[in-house]
């Protein structure tokens, strides 16, 4: 079964409004969750690195004040788009490593589309 | 220029045939080195780790040349089923264990 979910899949929503993406981790407790976004036929792109009781670690180039993240606690994850464009129109995923085997483990991804 | 390089393909084969996919990557300070598979639309799966001797999964052969700072991924006796992108990934493990991605490189295996 799935070891990190995310929610919602998929979510379409209009220009201005703000899009909130959960990440899960289901097994085990993660202390750092990773998140990417991906544009059709490009590499997945690191956004930032949530820490679980600290500040998330932005990427250079990524909007810290639009990408609004929070490690709520040692399975959870959000990410919220805040403001959205169409621009911002991705795929965007998480990844959860196991801290002690370093295994690596994805979410399934959330599909947003603005309008 | 990009931490990860790839051929983005596509590359077409037929089924059966042999094919490989390049990947150079910039910081020598890089650690560890995998190849993931992704399908359209899907999160990527890990396919393999590359190791400095080179190693072998079934059809999958990969190969590390750290002096190079190269990698590769051959395929043998390719199946429809392994029409995907593979991912050229590497772990930056001096940098928190961030996962740089390469583009990708599309594979088609045709009947």
């Known amino acids: 079964g799935a070891v990190v979910s995310q929610h919602p899949s998929w979510v379409i929503c209009k220009s201005g409004t703000s899009v909130k993406i959960e990440c899960r981790s289901l097994d085990f407790q993660a202390t750092t969750m990773f998140w990417y976004r991906q544009f059709p036929k490009q590499s997945l792109m690191l956004m930032a690195t949530s820490n679980e009781g600290s500040k998330a670690t932005y990427e250079q180039g990524v909007e810290k004040d639009k990408f609004l993240i929070n490690h709520a606690s040692l399975t959870l994850s959000t990410l919220t788009v805040t403001s959205a464009h169409p621009e911002d129109s991705s795929f965007y995923i998480c990844?959860?490593?196991?801290?002690?085997?370093?295994?690596?483990?994805f979410g399934p991804g959330t599909r947003l589309t603005v309008t | 220029r990009k931490e990860v390089e790839q051929d983005p393909g596509p590359f077409n084969v037929p089924e059966g045939a042999t094919v490989a996919f390049n990947c150079t990557y910039s910081n020598s300070a890089s650690q560890s080195f995998f190849w993931y598979r992704q399908d359209c639309r899907k999160e990527p799966k890990l396919l393999m780790s590359v190791y400095s001797s080179g190693n072998e999964d079934g059809r999958f052969t990969a190969q590390l040349n750290r002096a190079s700072q190269y990698i590769s991924l051959l395929i043998r006796d390719s199946k429809l089923s392994d029409s995907a992108t593979y991912l050229c990934?590497?772990?930056?493990?001096?940098?928190?264990?961030?996962?740089?991605f390469g583009q990708g490189t599309e594979l088609s295996v045709k009947p």
């Open positions: 990844r959860v490593p196991r801290d002690s085997t370093y295994e690596q483990y």
């Open positions: 990934v590497v772990n930056m493990n001096n940098q928190g264990g961030k996962l740089i």
